[in-house]
């Protein structure tokens, strides 16, 4: 609906964005511009401190805009009040490099939340949402275990769940696979990204995995804070 | 295996709450911990209910020897703030009382202290009152009929509910069969018992006629009561009859109260002025703290073990309110379980500490209600405290 009436997903405009503070203070982004179509599979790259998570988290109203202007579905997140940012955030998936599953929560309850959060219209036939969500990943015998019974690509697949189940126009996931060994690594994201695809989400995605890279609209490489190519492959 | 397998509390809490139950959910995962806070919130709801008890008590001891009298107006030393301080009053006050027609009858009031040596190094103290044996000064006409028999010289009754008292031996104690016993270097004739029991000041009570009082205190003369207990005629109120003796009266070495107000300044008095109250008063406050730094240790632990997964959901859009939903469930879950148990045992401590000192500790509705909403009210507060760090601090700079 947001992607209908403005037709660019994301727009990050001068954005800078410093650490600490006084004689410590350090710019860590420098004069971002970056425009994300709807549909996009957008693959961020660059040398670790290069900025990535830093951009990432700004984006996902995860962080305060401190300069610069980021427009996140037809939204100014620079300045915005407390009710914008948690609005915005809800629109979101955000997958993280660790699950931050809740321990309490089984399986199916993790991925409830991602629904809850949204209120009561989202929550009718929240059960069928979820496991129908689980199975598509491959989880659909785990889904009354606890985090501490499932292996770490089952908990990541869990939280990719979580982040999907609501279908959000837009996904950021960072480094998704960090915590993996390299093959189930793939493995997981693959089905991330089919299951994303096929709903016509949009993703912006930090991985240093270059058999990803094949998959890709767009390569966008970062260095020390600033853009430093921005290659399209294909159109989405 | 499905989600109806979960257990009937976290199903019931989903219904209530609208959402899952995570508070009640993370209380439960970590076992240890929870039995831990539980036993915290028990152990000073104990502390609280303890220091309660003996300030009821307190307060209870205060009142009882004012129940038996049946009096409207309470005339006293103006420098008097219990039944057994301060001077003595000049009795011609109570005439002067007497040829009001507000007021139907009156008499007066001798109250001493004597220690009572049960046995060679065992010794207790009793409150001695003296009443003119030709009125009825009680409530209760059983009493004022034994009072009518203390005209025989050396005559007392005594307080069964005497602290340490070897009942058997005065239980049966009449007219007809007296029992002796020494005191103040006098030989008196028991010859009857009445009931009120020892509280903070001394350990029993003894009443015995104006006559016989002034021989047991030498130093004392009828003619200098420690207090006047007056009737008011019929058709008048008491508060009124007292504002008007106030007038009459010289207000130098007279107060006036009505029985009602007497107890409660009585009450107030000893509460707030004297060690015993502010230490059980002081008890209260140490105890509820106690309690809330214990909770809020629980809850700001709990907070920061799953901060990663608060900030989660924080990204996820959550808002504030649904934070400190999470931990208003724990505190009052926490206020709740460790409630139930803190009460039992209270229960049975009153039980232990009133048989053991005849002191009246009691539990009652009012009171568990008070603790209980006092204990939420507390969770509540430290539920408060521990989310701050999580309101304030963006989803990134908590992972
Ligand atoms: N919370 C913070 N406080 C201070 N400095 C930070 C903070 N987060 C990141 N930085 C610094 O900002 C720079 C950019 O960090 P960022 O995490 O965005 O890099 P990245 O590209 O995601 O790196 P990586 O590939 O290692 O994840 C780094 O120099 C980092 O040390
Ligand atoms: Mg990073």
């Known amino acids: 609906m947001n992607a209908q009436s403005c037709p660019d997903v994301l727009t990050v405009m001068g954005l800078n964005h410093w650490f600490g503070e006084g004689e410590a203070q350090k710019q860590v982004l420098h004069g971002i511009n970056l425009t994300l179509k709807p549909g996009e599979l957008v693959i961020l790259m660059g040398a670790s401190g290069s900025g990535k998570t830093t951009l990432l988290t700004l984006a996902g109203c995860l962080r305060s805009v401190q300069s610069g202007s980021i427009r996140l579905l037809g939204r100014e997140l620079a300045g915005a009040n407390e009710a914008t940012l948690v609005t915005s955030r809800r629109q979101l998936g955000f997958i993280f490099q660790a699950h931050n599953l809740h321990e309490s929560l089984t399986a199916l309850e993790n991925v409830r939340m991602g629904l809850e959060v949204h209120g009561r219209p989202a929550m009718t036939d929240w059960e069928n949402k979820a496991r129908a969500m689980l199975g598509e990943l491959g989880l659909g015998e785990r889904l009354n275990y606890l985090p501490s019974r499932l292996s770490g690509g089952q908990k990541q697949r869990v939280a990719i769940a979580r982040a999907l189940v609501a279908n959000p126009p837009l996904i950021f996931a960072d480094e998704p696979t960090a915590a993996l060994d390299k093959d189930s690594g793939l493995a997981v994201v693959q089905l991330f990204l089919q299951r994303a695809r096929s709903t016509g989400t949009t993703i912006l995605m930090v991985t240093h995995d270059n058999r990803i890279l094949d998959l890709a609209d767009r390569i966008i490489v970062m260095e020390d804070g600033r853009l430093k190519s921005d290659t399209t492959r294909h159109a989405a | ?399």
């Open chain 2, 1 to 399: 295996m499905t989600a109806s397998r979960k257990p009937v509390t976290a199903r019931v809490l989903t219904l209530l709450l609208g959402r899952l139950p995570i508070g009640w959910l993370q209380l439960t995962h970590n076992r240890t911990r929870l039995i831990a806070a539980v036993g915290g919130v028990a152990f000073a709801n104990i502390l609280v209910f303890m220091q309660l008890g003996f300030f009821g008590a307190l307060l209870e001891t205060i009142r009882m020897p004012y129940r038996l009298l049946d009096a409207d107006i309470f005339l006293t030393a103006a420098d008097a703030n219990t039944l057994t301080d301060g001077s003595y009053l000049p009795r011609q006050r109570l005439y002067e009382a007497l040829a009001r027609p507000d007021i139907e009858g009156g008499h007066a009031w001798y109250v001493g202290k004597l220690d009572w040596d049960l046995a060679p190094g065992q010794s207790i103290s009793l409150q001695v009152f003296g009443f003119d044996p030709a009125t009825r000064p009680f409530r209760s006409q059983e009493l004022n009929d034994q009072l009518t028999a203390l005209s025989v010289p050396d005559t007392a009754l005594l307080d069964m509910a005497t602290r340490t008292l070897d009942k058997s031996r005065f239980a049966n104690a009449s007219l007809k069969a007296p029992v002796s016993l020494e005191l103040a270097g006098r030989q008196l004739d028991l010859i009857g018992g009445f009931r009120i029991g020892g509280g903070f000041e001394a350990d029993g009570y003894l009443i015995v006629s104006d006559q016989t009082f002034m021989r047991l205190f030498p130093a004392r003369s009828p003619g200098a009561p420690n207090h006047i207990l007056l009737r008011k005629a019929g058709g008048t109120q008491a508060d009124q009859v007292a504002t008007d003796l106030r007038e009459v009266l010289p207000a130098e070495d007279t107060r006036v109260e009505t029985l009602a107000s007497a107890i409660a300044k009585d009450q107030s008095y000893q509460t707030t002025k004297r060690p015993v109250g502010v230490v059980f008063g002081f008890g209260v406050i140490i105890g509820m703290l106690v309690g809330i730094i214990i909770v809020y240790q629980v809850l700001s632990t709990d907070v920061a073990d799953h901060l990663k997964e608060y900030a989660t959901f924080k990204a996820m859009g959550y808002p504030r309110r649904f934070f400190l939903g999470i931990v208003f469930e724990e505190a009052v879950l926490l206020a709740l379980l460790g409630f139930v148990p803190g009460l039992l045992i209270a229960t049975g401590f009153y039980a232990v500490v009133s048989k053991a000192t005849g002191l009246p500790l009691e539990m009652n509705m009012m009171r568990a209600g008070a603790v209980l909403i006092g204990t939420i009210a507390a969770c509540a507060l430290s539920g408060a405290l521990a989310t701050r760090r999580l309101n304030a601090a963006d989803p990134a700079d908590l992972f």
